[in-house]
């Protein structure tokens, strides 16, 4: 049995930390440090300029998964892009990206669009590629720049969210790896968040900001995150209490904290970066995971839980070990 497991991650933030008073002063909002940090537990994230795409970031994100993953470039023969905020309609941004590392091998290059559960919809597509046999090396990547699609005048959600990019070089071996995963999704819960806009004639049609129910979210984000996790550690065979962390899409410290006491386990091993990146939808896993490992806090052999969920309604878990 071909199993795939995590050679190298990396990551990418563009320019400094914004503190959620800086941003308050930027775009004159009504709302407060104190009422941020309290009902979501972000304290800053990080903005891109005006010049800079998910494919640039993505492309930093990469160049060190593949130098901590110890290959090459033209080494990697499947590129997967999770991602809601592409450079353009098309091409895609995996292409993009595959130029811009200087991948010239023809190796198939594509993008997922699954919000916030983007990335475990990509790594689930990319662990398929190589237990089939198909690919041996996979970069798998979320990259965001939601900036450019947040309603600045919309305290409610322009405080959310941030922008990056994490990648992970996933590589076929002879052991774990990637033990489960499951991903899922229900249509019927399309408008409890969106961006309803669309192009047409060359000008956006309809709403092109994200629009979202955000208690019908939290509600929802705690029922299927646990319910996946529980999922995939069934699949398993095994139970919470072999799990070292918990690598949780970064949305709000406050469905951390849910999901996390409903699956008994405690935020000791949950790791927890939207305090300082804000909710990076694609990009929070692979991001949190990197800094993590980077931090010295994820070590080899760690049994790890990822888990997401997004608009769609999207949701999905991987369990591999590290
Ligand atoms: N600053 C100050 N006040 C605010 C702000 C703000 N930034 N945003 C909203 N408020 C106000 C509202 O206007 C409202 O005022 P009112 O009582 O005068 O009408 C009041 O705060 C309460 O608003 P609620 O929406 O009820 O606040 P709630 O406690 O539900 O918190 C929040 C809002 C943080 C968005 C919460 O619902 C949440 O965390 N939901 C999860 C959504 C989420 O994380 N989405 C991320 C994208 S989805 C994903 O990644 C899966």
């Given amino acids: 049995m071909t199993y795939a497991r995590i050679g190298g991650t990396g990551s990418a933030l563009p320019g400094e930390p914004i ?22 537990g972000i304290r800053s994230r990080h903005l891109a300029d005006a010049a800079e795409t998910s494919s640039e ?32 309609v098309f091409p895609s941004t995996a292409t993009l990206l595959q130029a811009k590392l200087g991948i010239v091998n023809g190796a198939p290059a594509f993008d997922v669009q699954a919000v916030c559960s983007g990335f475990v919809f990509a790594l689930a597509i990319a662990e398929k590629f190589i237990a089939s046999g ?57 408008n409890m968040l969106s961006v309803p806009g669309q192009l047409s004639a060359g000008k956006a049609v309809g709403d092109p900001f994200l629009r979202m129910d955000g208690q019908a979210v939290f509600k929802f984000a705690v029922r299927v995150l646990t319910d996946v996790a529980q999922e995939v550690l069934a699949k398993a065979g095994l139970s919470t209490q072999d ?32 305090d300082r990146h804000g909710n990076t939808s694609a990009a929070s896993i692979p991001l949190a995971l990197d800094v993590s490992i980077r931090e010295g806090k994820i070590r080899r052999g760690d049994l790890l839980l990822l888990e997401g969920v997004g608009g769609g309604f999207t949701w999905g878990a991987t369990l591999l070990s590290y």
């Fill in 19 to 40: 503190s959620n008073d800086a941003l308050i002063a930027t775009h004159r909002l009504d709302s407060s440090d104190a009422w941020i940090a309290e009902r979501t």
């Fill in 134 to 190: 198909a690919s041996r090396r996979a970069l798998v990547v979320g990259a965001e720049v939601f900036s450019r699609i947040l309603d600045w005048t919309d305290r409610g959600t322009c405080v959310l969210f941030g922008d990056g990019a994490g990648a992970v070089v996933l590589e076929a071996a002879d052991g774990p790896g990637i033990l489960a995963s499951a991903i899922h999704a229900d249509g019927r819960h399309q």
């Fill in 57 to 88: 970031l993505a492309a930093t994100a990469c160049r060190r998964a593949i130098e901590d993953a110890g290959c090459e470039a033209n080494d990697i023969d499947l590129i997967i892009v999770a991602t809601s905020t592409p450079d353009f």
């Fill in 243 to 274: 799990v070292d962390w918990l690598v949780p899409h970064q949305a709000n410290v406050r469905i951390l904290q849910s999901t996390a006491k409903k699956l008994g386990l405690t935020m000791d091993k949950c790791i927890v970066t939207v």
